[in-house]
């Protein structure tokens, strides 16, 4: 039965990885290209539900969706150069949550961290419920109570193929992503050549109603009017920090490309979302009833084709909207992708549980991304794939996220004025992106406030309180367990003369340690006075775990390779001043369980009187909140061993308040 779901699993989320590949890192990382496709997708997608969002905003004011779409443009370039500076000063990655932290203070690291959770949560839902509606734009009324089943698969498939890992999920999703573009750039320059038959005529109109806009209106009330439009069509600048987020991830050499993969996105997304908003304005779109604007579009430039070819309209109309809505469930990757990523960078940080930084066997962060796929669909269900709703939440968290990343670069460039020679236009680039992203966040968290923007701050203020609950515990617990590396320092001296030598035949108590500090040797002393002069050999037992803040290459993990050895042979020189014959055994791996089992097993060949030893931390008071701080490892491997006939003891190590 065993091997049964084992099979299962393999055929759905792939076979275990060899992490002692040395080419590894060069087969799961993402080229320029597909970096394009599983980051960038999020922002280019954004031009189905943003350009709308803000074009629906000017009413009776079209015309004025001509200067949007310019201000359009400049906002991509402006916030997207940005964010190559902050690719250049962090090339390990992090995003906004990294710059953050290291520039503006804990507090503000967690909270962009906790806004970019929750925006990447929005991201998934945003994606998934947007392209549903664009495929329902082809279907008949009548199929409307279907929308949500197939959303929720939909969200269903994404988790498991990104299970799988990054590569095979974006490779799969990248012909979806190209079809998008050919069929989107088709669409853009046939309706503007389509709308300006008549430039003239098109110039005369948008002169001529600007001016009675002003006239009637007040150049006050205009220019309310739109900035209000300009920025209620803010999800059109979402997912572009995805890319300075996902920096981890890309080929190296990876600040080279990240920078061609934020070109890319940046250029497509300008072109693709200002290309939109003009053609709104020139084909005279309004909307329509159970139809996007994209859906209102495609359709009247195919039926201005004529007659001959009137025929390929619906074919083409079919395309566009089915790519649309594919691109948007591609876009939802971006949520998939860093959004684990970020929560993993918090709990390394321990804002987040540790269990949040751990990979899987097939190398993925398993925890984050099955948390972000529960956390969408419970938002799905609950918004009922409502875009007005999912976008407003969409758009506060991440111009909190952006300006916050703007702010915290403003700050990098004054203190680094003495050194850099062009701190003046890179300042300025930074002040300009702040003044943006702070005015859109104003304006969306008052216009929108009732109408689910007051949902996204509740749940990302309740994150932030969450996480400060997380940081206070591990941080308690750490300064109990800093208190028994005094032991330390009563250790006894070097012992002159050979270390006792190991008998296979004599008793020998293997104890699992997770390095050289104060819980090992007091797990140590803890043995010797259990079982006063029983045990002869001591093995110390110690797996390296490969997680998200380590697995960033083949140095990297050498690096822990040599670390783990060097603190096991320091336990096992510990034990031989005290006496005991010792020495140590050590494992690399993204589970502690799997490698712990197969070492201990194996000595159990070696050293036929072997009994197991590992440590567990016990509180006074055993709680759910604790249970999820600290994960069950050694009850984990107790249970392993001794159904393969090892006994294995837990000696508890008490924390006390």
Not at 43 to 70: D, K, M, T
Request: charged share 15%; with cysteine; hydrophobic share 50%.
């Amino acid at each position: 039965m065993g091997s049964f779901f084992s099979d299962i699993k393999n055929t759905l989320l792939g076979r275990p990885r060899d992490i002692r590949d040395p080419h590894i890192f060069h087969r799961i990382s993402l080229v320029a290209v597909l970096a394009w496709v599983g980051l960038g997708a999020d922002g280019l997608s954004s031009s189905s539900y943003g350009p709308e969002q803000a074009y629906l905003a000017l009413g009776e004011h079209r015309h004025l969706a001509v200067f949007i779409a310019l201000l359009m443009v400049a906002t991509v370039l402006l916030i997207s150069y940005a964010y190559t500076r902050i690719i250049e000063a962090f090339p390990g990655g992090g995003g906004g949550y990294l710059v953050a932290s290291k520039l503006l203070g804990e507090g503000a690291g967690v909270t962009s961290g906790s806004a970019l959770l929750v925006d990447y949560v929005l991201t998934i839902t945003t994606s998934v419920a947007s392209g549903v509606d664009a495929l329902w734009s082809l279907m008949p009324p009548h199929l409307s109570a279907w929308r949500m089943p197939v959303a929720i698969m939909v969200l269903t498939a994404l988790v498991v193929l990104n299970l799988r890992g990054v590569k095979e999920s974006v490779t799969i999703l990248s012909p979806i992503f190209f079809i998008f573009l050919v069929a989107h750039a088709f669409l853009i320059g046939g309706g503007i050549f389509q709308g300006l038959a008549h430039p003239a005529a098109r110039h005369m109109d948008i002169v001529a109603r600007t001016h009675s806009d002003l006239k009637f209106m007040g150049l006050f009330a205009l220019l309310a009017l739109f900035f209000r439009a300009y920025s209620l069509g803010g999800g059109t600048y979402t997912g572009i920090e995805a890319v300075s987020n996902g920096l981890p991830m890309m080929r190296e050499p990876r600040v080279e490309t990240g920078k061609k993969t934020m070109l890319y996105m940046a250029v497509s997304l300008a072109i693709t979302a200002a290309g939109i908003m003009v053609c709104y304005y020139l084909l005279d779109v309004h909307p329509e009833s159970g139809k996007t604007l994209n859906a209102v579009l495609t359709e009247r430039f195919a039926a201005g084709w004529g007659s001959g070819f009137s025929s390929l309209g619906q074919p083409f109309l079919v395309v566009v909207l089915l790519s649309e809505a594919l691109l948007l469930f591609v876009a939802a990757q971006s949520g998939f992708l860093d959004g684990p990523r970020v929560m993993a960078n918090m709990a390394v940080d321990s804002w987040f549980p540790h269990r949040f930084a751990a990979l899987s066997e097939r190398l993925t962060m398993q925890n984050g991304v099955l948390l972000m796929g529960g956390s969408a669909l419970a938002l799905l269900i609950y918004s009922h794939g409502s875009i007005e709703i999912l976008v407003t939440m969409y758009s506060i968290n991440v111009f909190l996220t952006f300006s916050l990343s703007q702010l915290a670069m403003v700050r990098y460039w004054l203190q680094a004025r003495k050194r850099r020679e062009h701190w003046k236009r890179n300042i300025a680039i930074h002040v300009v992106g702040l003044g943006l992203c702070a005015g859109m966040l104003v304006v969306t968290v008052l216009e929108k406030f009732t109408e689910g923007g007051w949902l996204t701050l509740l749940i990302t203020s309740l994150l932030i309180v969450g996480c400060v609950f997380v940081r206070r515990h591990y941080r308690r617990v750490s300064h109990k367990m800093a208190e028994l590396d005094e032991i330390l320092a009563a250790l006894p001296g070097k012992v002159e003369g050979p270390a006792p030598e190991l008998r296979k035949d004599a008793p020998t108590a293997a104890l699992l340690v997770s390095g050289y500090n104060g819980l090992g040797i007091h797990s140590l002393l803890w043995l010797m006075r259990l079982f006063p002069g029983y045990f002869k050999n001591v093995v110390f037992v110690s797996v390296g775990v490969l997680d998200s803040a380590n697995f960033k290459g083949a140095e990297e993990t050498e690096a822990l390779r040599l670390d783990v050895g060097q603190q096991g042979a320091r336990m096992a020189d510990v034990a031989n001043r005290l006496g005991l014959a010792a020495t140590s055994r050590i494992a690399l791996g993204t589970e502690v369980v799997a490698e712990a089992e197969k070492i201990c097993l194996e000595l159990a060949r070696e050293f036929p009187k072997t009994i197991v030893f590992a440590s567990k931390l016990i509180f006074r008071k055993e709680n759910l909140f604790q249970g999820v701080l600290h994960n069950e490892t050694p009850y984990a491997i107790q249970r392993r061993l001794q159904f393969s006939g090892l006994q294995t003891v837990i000696l508890p190590v008490r924390v006390r308040p």
